[in-house]
């Protein structure tokens, strides 16, 4: 069974950092592409950021280019979201996608970690 | 930027038939899906490529994407189907995918 276990998420004051994680498992991680898709409360979705397997290819929405990194490690199966300068517009549930070997569509979602960002 | 553009909110009534469309330039070049997100939970892919659907989504769910509009059909809805739904697609201009506003879909 496929799963995403999303992890991270917390108070932070505003030009502050956190680091999100997903842990996955029941399919073979390293051939997969991932993303990280947010969701504002009360708001809609909004895609975040795309690594390919092999993080030969890293995409970013331009909400976050130049303050957010993704990366990866297989060996570990875990996807990682490094955010720096927060601001309280980037404030939302974090989820972890899958994303299948042929597709730019996300079959596979984590449970989601809040970041809150406030004084 | 591409956008996606879907109407609010739908109602139908229990056992009739739900359209949810979503619009963008030329949108039937590129593949269109769809998610279902209930309260509180995380979204659920219940259409790929423009019209697949994956293990386990019924067959009442079904899908379409030509010219402009892509869309989400239900038959014969059911009170669980309430939820919002989102479709996506990859903007390969910008190697970013893209979601539109969120459809709210009432069963009454």
């Known amino acids: 069974e496929v799963q995403l276990v999303d992890s991270g998420g917390g108070l932070v004051q505003p030009g502050g950092s956190l680091r999100l994680s997903c842990a996955a498992s029941g399919f073979t991680f390293s051939t997969y592409s991932m993303n990280w898709v947010r969701q504002a409360p009360g708001k809609g979705l909004e895609w975040v950021s795309y690594i390919s397997s092999g993080s030969s290819s890293i995409y970013y929405a331009d909400s976050v280019k130049g303050r957010f990194t993704i990366s990866r490690d297989d060996a570990k199966s875990s996807l990682y979201l490094q955010m720096n300068s927060l601001r309280a517009e980037d404030t939302a549930v974090y989820y972890c996608?899958?994303?299948?070997?042929?597709?730019?569509?996300?079959?596979?979602w984590g449970q989601g970690t809040l970041v809150t960002v406030s004084s | 930027s591409y956008e996606l553009t879907q109407p609010p909110s739908v109602s139908v009534s229990p056992g009739q038939t739900a359209s949810i469309s979503c619009s963008g330039d030329k949108l039937g070049d590129k593949y269109a899906c769809w998610y279902q997100q209930k309260a509180g939970q995380s979204p659920v892919l219940v259409i790929y490529?423009?019209?697949k659907r994956p293990s386990g989504i019924p067959e009442r769910f079904s899908g379409s994407n030509s010219g402009n509009t892509a869309t989400l059909t239900i038959s014969g809805t059911q009170a669980m189907d309430e939820a919002d739904y989102y479709c996506?697609?990859?903007?390969?201009?910008?190697?970013?995918?893209?979601f539109g506003g969120g459809t709210q879909l009432t069963v009454l």
């Open positions: 490529q423009n019209n």
């Open positions: 996608a899958r994303a299948p070997v042929k597709g730019y569509y996300f079959d596979y």
């Open positions: 996506q697609a990859w903007d390969s201009t910008t190697a970013s995918a893209v």
